[in-house]
Every structure is written in structure tokens, then in C-alpha cells.
């Protein structure tokens, strides 16, 4: 197949590049959430009252969330340390446990919209709630983005692809996943303990 | 044929006979599937002079039925229609992917003496994004054309029964392939960098692209969002610039503006940058203060971020907040000047050449000083509140964006044509069309900073009397730039058929894309170049056996 096949500009690069064009993709998603989250404090600051009266309190199941994906985060870099050491039956536990832990974060939550919903906080109620959906659902976009990667890089783990010298797909899915993590507890205090 | 063709190269540095990045694979599939940045550089050029054509079409259709103050050739909806179609065509689809994307993705890598960008295939998919978003804001045009201006301010965009969906949908997808492209670039300045060449070995060009890349980065996902929101709001009826939600449509233009004032530096660095390389060239002379001129892109870029309120003078944000920004507004005129005083230093006493390039510097020159200079009007508070919204506004972006990166774009798009096309282009032609714009250019808009502080509103369908002989002015003056680019269109189309063929340094530029063939080959050069001073012109001579600029160091083994 002649499509892309020019060997040198498809070859893999080394894992500098590699790194540094993932820390500005992180950079560029960062200002995204940035932005939202400064959006959220300026209708906050201009709020009589907030949250405003009747609104149900938010689920602790976020506390919950908030746990699975800390530990998440910890498999994952467990996955990379294991490839920088070459323990190949380290790489394929951190990583599952990274994506089955994604995955219960995902669920988790949706338990929690669900448990919002039945008490009638839709995002069309007020602000309050818009705000809500809107930064958690988009953080829950990424992460069900950063699933599709893990699910990819794990597989590959499982087939034996990755070594102490060649794994840098371990390196990048941990980049992004951290990420997630370090905006999520954003989110949390922001939504939760501040809110 | 192909023996002929080394050998001719070998004397001129002309490819077109051999092999070269044009003819090394054949087929459509070949271009539209490459992963070469020339090839993807030059489709990217085509796309954004068909938008370019584009948006010209609408901006002379409304210069025309500007003519009368009363009658006209469009309804007042279509005009509505026909100004916001023009801004965002010309913002989006042209002018900030027209340098980085088009020219910035021919020559970087050449300039850095690489084989390509550092990753390919997501250039590749900068330009497909490009097409996706292109096509989805064209695609307003048949759903119902938006008619909000290109800022697309709230509430009026999110009541209005146009399809704002579709063209704000269509410019959050280019905003990918401007974070794509910029992240690209970024990484490929960091980690393909010749040897011999530390930061301050680079030409000024890449520190213009370096700087565009920071911001393209960092400010697009701000409109990303922006957008989404918009989007959002118009499909749910719920959003956070809806005042009767307890939201602020004021808080869109503080989003809206964080990213496109830093895009106005998107668009006019890497035109400072073509600037900078080709007044150098042209004057045979090295260029003047180099560091200077390095670090006052990253200035602009940085302060680009902190000036976004001073499109808000009148929008109801706080007297504080307008005097910090009016301040920082004031503080970003200083790099820029800076560099207006290190090119007009780099003529002083230079051997100046006027080929169509430089006519085009000095047009910049000229053009950017007066855009530049009326943007301190724009940023004095008081003096804001009575030009704020009149054509004054109108003429002062346009001397900054069409005087500026517009101007800066075609002298790089003569500067570069031989390089790229492996042609040259008629010199005459090119001369008189440089001339005809520029004339145009200053009929059409500096009527408008008469009308403008005469109260002249922009955006306005039916105006006073007294304003129409401004009108008229800037009519004639459109259809005389309109005529300008016919010739350039015409001459440059010609030169692809029976241009001279170009030799590999035509103007005797010392960076590196003028020591390989032109066109270069698809892994754009033999041996991995060293880089040298980029601007050390002394080091090359004309040699009228090759018809180019040649090393005095090459020459004498040659002769030896």
C-alpha cells in the first residue's frame, strides 16, 4: 500500500521528541481546562448566592472517583517503572489495572450523574449545575479519550511488544494519565470542598 | 534525461530535470496521502489562496455596494451576511494558517537542514483538520449564512436563526490544525537543529515561527472552548453567557479575545519573520541587532496574552481593568518597534536590490509603522470611546493584517516561489503588481481613517452623504488591489510553465534552504548541511555562468 509509506517519516521518534510534544499537548489541554475552570469562578464571583438555595449537596461518590483515580495514576507509573526495568509481567499489570481502574472511574461517575438527576439537578436547572456537567463531563471525555490509548498500549504489553528500551507508548499513555489526575483533584477541590 | 538533469543540477542547482520532492512519487494518491511537509506545504498554500480568493470576492462585492450611501447591489442581510463570511474566511482559512502552515511548513525544515518536521503524519492530519473545519464554515454559507460578524458575540449569536453551529463548529476543528501544527513546530525547532546551529544561529524566520507556535498552543484551546460553549448554549438553551441564568455575555469576550488578540500575533510574527529574512537578503547586508530581533518575538508572544481587554474599553469591564490594559497595550508596541528600528537599521547603508521582495518589505515597513502607530490611538481609553466601532477600527486591523502579514506573505511567497517551484516568476510583472497593491492598499483603507474619526460606524449598510466620497475612494482602491492580484495570480500561474528555471540560491540568501536544489528533493538534502551564520551574505557572490548566488568557498575549489 503506497499510502504513508515513506519508512523515515513514519519511523518511531526517540523518546525525547516524543515526550516533549506530549508536555505541550498536556500544555494546550491544560489551558482548556484552565479556561473552563476560570469561567466557573467568574460566575461564581458574580453569584448573590452559591451554590444557589435548594441545590442537593454533591454525591460523596466523588470521594470515591477521587480514590480510584489516584491509584490509577500509582498503576500506571508502576507500568513504567516496570518497563525502565525491563519486568515485563510488571508492565502488563500496571497497565490493566490502569484501564480497569479507568473504567471504574468512568462508572463511578456515571453513578453519580444518575444520583444527581433523580434529585432533579439537571444541567438546564441553573448554572450551578450547567457548571457541574459541563467540568466533570468534560473531564470524563478525557478520560474515556485517554481509554482508547491504555486499552492499545495494554494489549500490546499482553503481546510482549515493550522492553526496557523500547517503551515509549508506556511513557506517553503515563503522561496523559497523570494529567487527568492532577486535573481531576482540580475539579474536586474547586467543585467539591470549595464549592 | 535524468543524467542531463544531475548535470544541469550540479551547475545551477536546478531539479526540475532530475528527480525533486514534485515529481519523486506521481499520482494524486501520492500528494494527497504524503507526509512530505513540502508537498503538504503546498497544499496547504493552494487551500489558502482559493479561501483567500474567497473572502477578496466578498470584501469587493461589499466595497461595491458601499459606492451609494442608499442604493445597492446586495440586501442588508446578505451584507450582514457578506461581512462576517469575509472576517472569518479571511481569519481563519487564510491568515492564520497563510505563513505558519503554508510557507512555515515548505521552508522550516529546510531552513534547519532537516529531512522533515518531527512528526509527520500529524502534520498531515493539521492539514485534513484544516479541510474539516474549511469545509464545515463553508458549509454555513448554504445552511443559512452567519451574519454576527466573525466575533460571533453573544447574545446576538446565540438568538439569531443563522447557522452560527456550523461555522463556529467548522473553526474549532482549524483550531486543531493550528494546535497541530504549532506543536509540530515547537518540537521540531527544539530537537532537529542542525549542527552548528545553537538558538542564536537560527534564522530569525524560526524564531518568528517559534513564537507564533507558543501561542498557537497555549491561546487556541481558549477558543476551543469558547466555541463549545457557544455551541452548546445555541443547542440547549443553557450556557454560562446567558444573563438570565445569572451568566454574563461580557464573559464570552473575555474568552473570546484571551485567544484572538494573541491570534493577531499568530498572524503578524512569522510575518515579522519573513520581514527580517528577506530585508537582510535583499539589502546585502547582515541583518541588524539579531538578538534583538530574536527576543522580541517571544516578548510579543508573552505580552500577547495580557492585552486581550482592550477590545472591551466599552464592553462595561471595570476603569482598572481598562487602565491595566490600555498599560500592557502600550508595552506590546515596544518589541514591535524594536523591530521596525533593526530592519529599517539593516537598509541603512545596505546595497538594497528592489526585486519584488523587497518592494514588498518596504510596503511592510510603511504599512505595519501606520497600522502599528494607530493601534496606541486605539489603545488610549478616551480617545478609544470615540473611535471604538467606526472604520477607523476597520482601517487600523486591516493596515496590521493586510499591511502587515498580507504584505509580509506575498514578499515571502516571491521570495521562496523559485525555491519551492523550482521557477522563476516575471520580474516586471511582479514589480508593477507590488506597486498596484500597494497603492490600492492605501486608497481602500487610509479613506477609512479619515471616515473612521469622522464617525463613519463600521459594519454599517446605509451611511450619511458626507461619508461617500471616503466610500468611493476605498471602492477604487479595492478594484485596484483586486487588480493587482489578477496579475500576480496570472504571472505567478505563468511562471509553472514557462518560468526560467531557477537556480538553487536566486537572491544569494545564506540560510539553508538556498544550499540545495531547487525544488529541493524529497529528503531535501544530500548531506546533512552545517549551519553557519544565517545572515553572513558576504560569503556568497554572483556567478553569472550559474545565474545564482554561489559559496566564494565552493567557487574557488571549483576553480582550483
Redesign the interface.
Same mark, same amino acid.
Given at each position: 500500500m503506497?499510502?504513508?509509506d515513506?519508512p523515515?517519516?513514519?519511523a518511531p521518534?526517540?523518546l /525525547?521528541?516524543g515526550r516533549?510534544?506530549m508536555r505541550?499537548?498536556l /500544555?494546550?489541554?491544560g489551558?482548556?481546562f484552565a /479556561?473552563?475552570v476560570s469561567?466557573?469562578l467568574?460566575?461564581r464571583s458574580?453569584?448573590k448566592v452559591w451554590p444557589p438555595e435548594g441545590m442537593p449537596s454533591l454525591p460523596t461518590g466523588l470521594w470515591m472517583s477521587t480514590v480510584i483515580l489516584l491509584v490509577s495514576s500509582a498503576t500506571v507509573q508502576w507500568a513504567v517503572s516496570a518497563a525502565r526495568h525491563d519486568e515485563r509481567p510488571g508492565i502488563r499489570h500496571g497497565l490493566l489495572a490502569t484501564f480497569v481502574l479507568g473504567v471504574a472511574f468512568l462508572v463511578s461517575q456515571t453513578v453519580n450523574w444518575f444520583v444527581l438527576v433523580a434529585a432533579a439537578f439537571t444541567?438546564?436547572v441553573?448554572?450551578y449545575a450547567?457548571?457541574y456537567y459541563?467540568l466533570t463531563g468534560l473531564h470524563a471525555l478525557h478520560v474515556l479519550g485517554g481509554l482508547v490509548p491504555v486499552g492499545v498500549v495494554t494489549a500490546r504489553a499482553f503481546r510482549g511488544d515493550y522492553s526496557a528500551a523500547r517503551h515509549s507508548g508506556v511513557e506517553y499513555v503515563a503522561m496523559y494519565w497523570h494529567f487527568l489526575d492532577v486535573v481531576w483533584v482540580v475539579l474536586f477541590i474547586v467543585l467539591y470542598l470549595a464549592g | 534525461m535524468a543524467d542531463k538533469g544531475t548535470a544541469a543540477s550540479l551547475v545551477t542547482g536546478n531539479a526540475l530535470a532530475g528527480d525533486n520532492y514534485l515529481n519523486h512519487t506521481k499520482g494524486l494518491r501520492s500528494w494527497l496521502f504524503t507526509l512530505d511537509h513540502k508537498r503538504i506545504g503546498v497544499m496547504y498554500l493552494v487551500s489558502i489562496l482559493a479561501s483567500f480568493l474567497l473572502g477578496g470576492i466578498f470584501a469587493l462585492l461589499m466595497r461595491t455596494s458601499l459606492l451609494s450611501p442608499t442604493k445597492h447591489i446586495v440586501s442588508a442581510d446578505t451584507y450582514n451576511q457578506m461581512f462576517t463570511l469575509h472576517g472569518a474566511i479571511m481569519i481563519f482559512l487564510f491568515i492564520i494558517p497563510g505563513i505558519p502552515a503554508a510557507l512555515g511548513n515548505i521552508v522550516l525544515p529546510l531552513m534547519l537542514g532537516a529531512k522533515d518536521v518531527a512528526f509527520p503524519r500529524l502534520n498531515l492530519a493539521s492539514y485534513y483538520c484544516w479541510v474539516a473545519g474549511a469545509i464545515f464554515s463553508l458549509l454555513s454559507i448554504v445552511l443559512g449564512a452567519v451574519d454576527t460578524g466573525w466575533t460571533f458575540y453573544t447574545p446576538y449569536s446565540t438568538t439569531t436563526n443563522t447557522s452560527v453551529v456550523a461555522m463556529t463548529f467548522g473553526a474549532l476543528i482549524l483550531g486543531f490544525s493550528s494546535i497541530f501544527t504549532g506543536l509540530n513546530f515547537i518540537v521540531t525547532i527544539h530537537k532537529l537543529r542542525p549542527k552548528g546551529m545553537g538558538w542564536f544561529r537560527m534564522p530569525l524566520f524560526v524564531w518568528g515561527l517559534y513564537g507564533t507556535a507558543i501561542i498557537q498552543v497555549l491561546a487556541t484551546p481558549v477558543l476551543g472552548i469558547t466555541l463549545l460553549l457557544l455551541i452548546v448554549e445555541r443547542t440547549l438553551g443553557v450556557g454560562i453567557f446567558d444573563p438570565a441564568l445569572g451568566g454574563d455575555p461580557v464573559l464570552y469576550q473575555h474568552f473570546f479575545w484571551f485567544y484572538s488578540h494573541p491570534a493577531v500575533y499568530i498572524m503578524i510574527l512569522p510575518a515579522m519573520g519573513v520581514i527580517s529574512e528577506t530585508v537582510s537578503v535583499f539589502s546585502r547586508k547582515h541583518i541588524f541587532g539579531y538578538k534583538a530581533i530574536a527576543f522580541s518575538s517571544i516578548a510579543i508572544a508573552a505580552i500577547s496574552f495580557l492585552v486581550w481587554g482592550h477590545h472591551m474599553f466599552v464592553s462595561g469591564q471595570s476603569n482598572l481593568a481598562g487602565m491595566i490594559f490600555s498599560f500592557l497595550t502600550f508595552l506590546v508596541a515596544i518589541p514591535s518597534a524594536i523591530k521596525v528600528f533593526n530592519w529599517v537599521a539593516t537598509m541603512y547603508k545596505g546595497a538594497i536590490r528592489l526585486d519584488t521582495p523587497m518592494l514588498y518589505v518596504m510596503s511592510f515597513l510603511f504599512l505595519f509603522g501606520i497600522g502599528g502607530l494607530t493601534g496606541l490611538f486605539l489603545g488610549s481609553l478616551a480617545v478609544d470611546v470615540h473611535l471604538h466601532d467606526t472604520y477607523f477600527v476597520v482601517a487600523h486591523f486591516h493596515y496590521v493584517m493586510f499591511g502587515g502579514t498580507v504584505i509580509a506573505f506575498l514578499g515571502g511567497l516571491h521570495y521562496w516561489w523559485p525555491k519551492f517551484t523550482g521557477r522563476m516568476y516575471d520580474e516586471a510583472w511582479g514589480r508593477i503588481a507590488a506597486v498596484l497593491v500597494f497603492v490600492g492598499f492605501n486608497a481602500t483603507f487610509f479613506s477609512q481613517f479619515v471616515m473612521g474619526s469622522k464617525g463613519m460606524p463600521r459594519r454599517y449598510y446605509n451611511y450619511l452623504p458626507e461619508y461617500q466620497i471616503y466610500h468611493q475612494i476605498s471602492t477604487i482602491g479595492s478594484f485596484v488591489m483586486g487588480i493587482g492580484f489578477i496579475i500576480i495570480a496570472v504571472y505567478l500561474i505563468r511562471s509553472l510553465i514557462a518560468g526560467k528555471p531557477a537556480p538553487a540560491n536566486p537572491w544569494g540568501g545564506a540560510t539553508l534552504e538556498w544550499q540545495t536544489t531547487s525544488p529541493p528533493p524529497h529528503d531535501n538534502f544530500a548531506l546533512s548541511p552545517e549551519a553557519g551564520d544565517p545572515y553572513d551574505l558576504e560569503a556568497f557572490r554572483w556567478d553569472a555562468a550559474v545565474g545564482g548566488y554561489v559559496k566564494k568557498s565552493d567557487a574557488a575549489v571549483a576553480v582550483g
Open positions: 503506497a499510502i504513508l515513506d523515515d517519516r513514519t521518534v526517540p /525525547a521528541t516533549l510534544g505541550l499537548l /500544555a494546550s489541554l489551558m482548556l /479556561a473552563c469561567g466557573l467568574y460566575v458574580i453569584a444541567p438546564k441553573n448554572l450547567f457548571t459541563l | -
